[in-house]
């Protein structure tokens, strides 16, 4: 543990506990100017945790590998793989209860939700999150009125399938719940190390997180081949899941090895071929926690790209969300628009008309106008205003 000798013992028994709890920070190809990193900066060897090198990930792509020590791959994957394979009138069946709002646990049908109205998403999926425990009108609000309506919401009930014990066996729910806390157990220590690379004391995110947990999410996709469903909008171009970044903290994805995951730089066009390696995991942070970072930690636009037939891919995306009442520190509001401004002059001198590209984001910031907001609307209003959009498809 030589890299850590020196830092004060909270620190560094955060450090060396990440690295015993085998978070395995993967390192290798980052180089050490941010800025002008090139390289894809994933990371290949589990040696060196540190937080320098967690700093310069976040900073430079917003992308980071890790080993999945912690976290039942195989064990997920086969549970998304059982879910997909039931009939459809099964899959059909697992519907929330409270649809409204935009906001819906259960099954995403093929081509059910599209991040931007330009694209056909070839994918089908199932949401779920936290068992509800009936306490949610309890949290705590300065606008009470409006989230425990939110909350109700955000703590629908699972819909998991009819009769799911005989169609899946009795060890399916249980297997998904396990993976469920498995991420939220991740996400805390990500959390702790990312305030950490931050600049701040190890608990500065879990401050606004704690009460995240609840409403956070587990997403699971089945993308599907451009052969597939040929009469769906023929004339719309399709893709796995378009151009967008994440709207919240981070997202935990644990992905089959077909790739397709891609992101790509504040300043650049080119998309990066996010590596699917067996027995890795992929963390992905968000919009919320690059605008409490002051900008300076990144939120990658992401997508992904149809598997090459007869290719299927297979996906769980676990979505870590701040307390639904979390607002974000004024002063790292206003520099998070100041730093947004500056890209978007720096993208438009480098790109030209690509850079008016618009994609899917927590909030529509007009070069960077916008994020302000993120100072006094809760997060939790955020996040069902963007749920409704994507209902509509328009986001
Ligand atoms: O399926 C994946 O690998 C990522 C999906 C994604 O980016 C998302 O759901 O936000
Ligand atoms: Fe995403």
Known sequence: MVPFVGLPPPLAALVVGLASAAIGLL??????????????PLLVNVSEVNVKQLRIAASSLGVFRLAADSVDVEAALEASRSFFALPEAVKWSAKSAT?????????????????????VELKEGF???????????????????????????????????????????????????????????LSNQLLRALSVAMGHEAGF?????????????????????????????????????????????????????????????PDAAEWIDVPAEPGEIVIILGDYLSAISNGSFV????????????????????????????????????????????????????LGSRAAEAFNTLIRATEGVGLEQLATTPFGDLLLHKWLGVAANKV
């Open 27 to 40: 390192v290798g190809t980052l180089r050490s100017d941010a800025a002008s990193a090139t390289a894809v």
């Open 99 to 119: 649809g409204v709002g935009g906001f819906k646990r259960g099954y995403i049908p093929l081509a059910g939700e599209s991040g931007l109205r330009d694209y």
């Open 127 to 185: 949401c779920y999150g936290a068992e509800p425990d009936g306490n949610e009108s309890t949290a705590t609000s300065s606008n009470a009125t409006t989230e425990s309506n939110g909350l109700k919401l955000l703590l629908s009930p699972n819909a998991w399938p009819d009769e799911h014990e005989r169609a899946l066996g009795p060890a399916w729910v249980p297997t998904m719940l396990r993976h469920l806390q498995a991420c939220e157990a």
């Open 205 to 265: 995110l879990g401050a606004l997180a704690t009460g995240g947990e609840p409403i956070s999410l587990m997403r699971l996709f089945h993308y599907f081949p451009n052969t597939t469903a040929p009469h769906v909008a023929p004339a719309v171009p399709r893709i796995g899941s378009s151009p967008h970044s994440d709207w919240h903290l981070l997202t935990i994805v644990v992905q089959d090895t077909t790739g397709g995951l891609q992101a790509r730089r």
């Open 299 to 350: 939120a990658p636009v992401h997508r992904v790209l149809l598997p090459p037939p007869p290719t299927e891919r297979f996906s769980f995306t676990y979505f870590r969300y701040p307390q639904y009442g979390a607002l974000v520190p004024a002063e790292s509001a206003r520099r998070a628009q100041q730093r947004a401004l500056r890209n978007a002059r720096r993208r438009r001198r480098k």
